[in-house]
């Protein structure tokens, strides 16, 4: 007996991330936007709230092109590097020594699925 096998839709393909993932990153884009830290990219830093705007700024066209699927995948997509240059990102807090965004962002997400029902 065969298998038979779906093709996939055009409504797939467009599918939104799932909201669940959705509030998870915007929980951590809020709780990088409230650290006080600062963020450096291509070489300049930033405040808190400006980091929050441009990771926004890239998760909504990640959004745009079904191209988040889980947190993991904003934090390497968005949250690691520039797109443009390919230079990681920094992030800065104030008495600690700078560390790559991706690791910031990692602890931030663990930090928040501890802490949340």
Request: a positive charge; glycine letters at 6%; aromatic letters at 6%.
């Amino acid at each position: 007996m065969g298998v038979l096998l779906a093709a996939p839709t055009a409504n797939a393909a467009e599918a939104a991330t799932p909201a669940q993932i959705a509030r998870e990153i915007d929980r951590l884009i809020a709780a990088l936007g409230a650290s006080g830290c600062q963020f450096q990219r291509n070489g300049r830093w930033y405040d808190a709230g400006e980091a929050q705007a441009h990771l926004r700024k890239k998760y909504a066209w990640l959004r745009k092109r079904d191209m988040v699927a889980s947190s993991e995948q904003f934090i390497e997509r968005a949250g690691s590097e520039s797109s443009m240059s390919g230079k990681p990102y920094q992030v800065r807090c104030p008495g600690r020594p700078a560390v790559v965004s991706s690791s910031w962002l990692t602890a931030k997400l663990a930090e928040l699925r501890r802490t949340s029902p």
